[in-house]
């Protein structure tokens, strides 16, 4: 725990101006972003008597080792400075909210050139029209399908597209008349986008003009006797009014608003935000979050606006923002949410009427939302924490493991052999920190020493980063690169590169600064020995190692003859075999990728020179890669596009490459004749 006045700078040092300050610990890890209007003032709040801070106040501020800070013009720059690195730098006591589930978005496909309208969940994507979220898919298939009867806009995905273009004939779709068919030229292209502009326009709330324009033409068919087309008429406005009844009026003066409710107690707040359009309610959506920080609803409601709309532009941010409580900067905030739209927004307390009510709706699902998130939590962390005490009692920790970590080695007969490492944190997978290797320290199949080698290579990293910092006194004396485990290629997270130089102290989370309480490795006795000796050579004596075999279900320890049977009823057992399991999933995934890149390579991938589409052409030329290495080097030099210099490469590199085994019919023992098109 640090004194704030060891770090605390010194009078005159902070500036009286606006800016954005960060906070980091002793490992130069950011841990708090902040804003102020006057930094020297907002500062000043944070070294006052520990006894008169907040009590999470008092945690960052003794957890914390350094403050610095960076000025800026406005306080709408430091509104943007401070989702901007909140984002980048994930300080742990900052809120966060999470969303309790992926919402479906309809989603109109605006930067093809044929627009298509379909599902979509997770990130936005530029050029996208997106409407909703929506609670369940079906319902925007539903209002979909209803819409498609006006509207005939693409549905179909890309591959369907091209082969209904490639053979000459619509999908079902087009032929009962809810697709357009741009795919065998029934609309051109500015046809089909004038459709799915119309039919987003519909979408975003204009929906008079359009069931008005079919009741005219309705009118105007019936009057000239043509009954049939009246009928269809009538049909397609019904189908839009039912589309329309899906989201029910509840501002009568089509008003584009959203609605934003805080549920809250001392240790969690619950969001809801009702997306009005039209006067309708066209989306829904809740969030959650753990109260890190001492924050009152109001700030609550500008963390949520920094989320909300910090990566939205244009209609995506509404007119009218209501909220139950206003930020403390909100002339700042309601003109970074103007900028983000490009014309005013009003940011604002309802008082009365309609919206007042409606507020009254959103504040309820936010309570209920809190409460339900609370049921749910409470039998999860009760069931984690029995499950990590189980696992700490069995194999006699001091504590329950908090940070998991489990390593699998996959591979094929020897062939592509990788390893992989996940994480579980409080009993959860943390797939951001899971990591890949790949096995370089030797050829061939053992398990056993591929163990050794990932171990030692993830906590010699460990050991650079705390080298860096000075946490580590006996780095020096422990030998960092274990035997026979050369450093691999430098690479990003998720990659199989590991080994490269590590990462400037800039605050971002380092892939291999964070210890575990316990390392589980898949399988016996043997592997725990590997990794076991791995820690011990690099001198590393407080990170417990386990094993988990999975012919019983056996808990092997290091140096045990025998070992540990958890109940096949506990909680401990069952959280250690789904950590085992998912480093398993990992670890094959990984293998079966590399193995299935490798397949598809060609000897002509080492042609210097050579690209994708003249290699293209010597495949066509000559029908196979057999055949091309049985050609002479003037009957390349025929293929178009190809020189002398190129053939007599192309020659020398399918010389020195042999061919491929052929394949064997395991039914008959028949060697079967064929030609290896594109690969060898």
């Given at each position: 725990m640090a004194d704030p006045s060891s770090y605390r700078p010194k009078p005159g040092q902070i500036p009286d101006s606006p800016g954005v300050y960060r906070f980091r610990d002793e490992h130069r890890r950011v841990i708090y972003v902040g804003k102020a209007k006057n930094l020297r003032q907002r500062l000043a709040n944070y070294f006052q008597d520990l006894a008169g801070l907040h009590p999470r106040t008092r945690t960052m501020v003794t957890t914390a080792a350094s403050v610095e800070w960076t000025v800026v013009?406005?306080?709408?720059e430091a509104l943007q400075l401070e989702y901007s690195w909140i984002k980048e730098f994930d300080p742990r006591f900052n809120v966060k909210y999470r969303d309790d589930k992926s919402y479906p978005y309809l989603a109109v496909t605006l930067n093809e050139e044929f627009p298509r309208v379909q599902v979509m969940r997770g990130a936005k994507k530029r050029g996208v029209r997106y409407f909703g979220p929506y609670g369940h898919a079906w319902a925007i298939r539903e209002t979909v399908d209803l819409m498609l009867r006006v509207f005939p806009v693409r549905t179909c995905s890309a591959g369907v597209f091209k082969n209904a273009a490639r053979t000459g004939r619509p999908c079902l779709l087009g032929y009962i008349g809810k697709c357009s068919a741009p795919c065998v030229g029934r609309v051109t292209p500015e046809e089909h986008r004038e459709l799915a502009e119309d039919f987003c326009d519909f979408m975003a709330g204009r929906t008079g003009t359009y069931i008005r324009r079919l009741e005219k033409d309705m009118m105007q068919a019936a009057e000239e006797m043509e009954y049939e087309r009246a009928a269809r008429l009538r049909d397609d406005a019904e189908a839009l009014r039912r589309a329309m009844e899906k989201s029910a009026v509840v501002l009568a003066d089509a008003t584009d608003a959203d609605l934003i409710a805080v549920a809250e107690d001392e240790l969690e707040a619950a969001l809801q935000i009702f997306h009005v359009r039209g006067g309708r309610v066209r989306g829904q959506r809740g969030w959650v979050t753990d109260k890190v920080e001492a924050v009152d609803t109001a700030g609550l409601v500008e963390h949520a606006l920094q989320q909300l709309y910090g990566e939205e532009?244009?209609?995506?941010?509404?007119?009218?923002?209501?909220?139950?409580?206003?930020?403390?900067d909100t002339e700042a905030v309601s003109q970074w949410l103007a900028e983000r739209r490009g014309s005013q927004v009003s940011l604002r307390i309802p008082q009365r009427g309609d919206k007042k009510d409606l507020m009254v709706t959103?504040?309820?699902?936010?309570q209920q939302a809190l409460g339900l998130h609370k049921t749910k939590r409470a039998s999860d962390l009760t069931t984690?924490?029995?499950?990590?005490?189980?696992?700490?009692e069995a194999l006699g920790l001091d504590s329950a493991p908090l940070r998991i970590e489990c390593y699998d080695i996959s591979h094929l007969q020897g062939d592509d052999v990788v390893a992989s490492m996940v994480v579980f944190e409080d009993g959860l997978a943390r797939k951001s920190e899971y990591r890949r290797f790949q096995i370089k320290g030797f050829e061939g199949q053992d398990d056993v020493r591929s163990m050794h080698e990932v171990i030692g290579r993830r906590f010699k990293r460990y050991l650079q980063d705390k080298e860096r910092t000075g946490e580590w006194e006996g780095a020096q004396d422990a030998p960092l690169t274990p035997e026979g485990a050369p450093p691999a290629p430098a690479g990003g997270p998720g990659t199989a590169a590991d080994d490269g130089e590590p990462r400037e102290d800039d605050g971002r989370p380092k892939r291999f600064a964070y210890p575990p309480q316990l390392v589980v490795v898949d399988g016996g006795q043997p592997q725990v020995a590997a990794a076991k000796r791995a820690l011990d050579e690099l001198g590393i004596d407080d990170i417990a190692v386990c094993g988990l075999a999975k012919r019983l279900e056996e808990v092997w320890l290091p140096d045990d003859d025998d070992p540990v049977v958890l109940p096949r009823s506990s909680e401990g057992l069952y959280l250690l075999q789904r950590v085992r399991d998912e480093a398993h999933r990992f670890a094959i995934t990984y293998q079966r990728a590399k193995r299935a890149k490798r397949l598809r390579s060609s000897p002509l991938d080492d042609v210097a020179g050579l690209g994708e589409t003249r290699k293209q052409a010597l495949i066509k030329h000559f029908g196979s890669v057999k055949k091309l290495r049985q050609a002479t080097i003037d009957q390349i030099c025929e293929v178009p596009g190809i020189g002398r210099r190129t053939a007599e490469s192309v020659a020398a590199a399918l010389a020195t490459t042999a061919p491929a085994a052929p394949a064997v019919n395991t039914a008959t023992g028949e060697i079967i004749e064929e030609d290896d098109g594109g690969s060898s």
């Open positions: 013009s406005t306080e709408v532009r244009g209609d995506a941010v509404p007119k009218e923002v209501l909220v139950p409580a206003l930020p403390e959103v504040q309820r699902n936010a984690r924490s029995r499950a990590l005490e189980e696992i700490a």
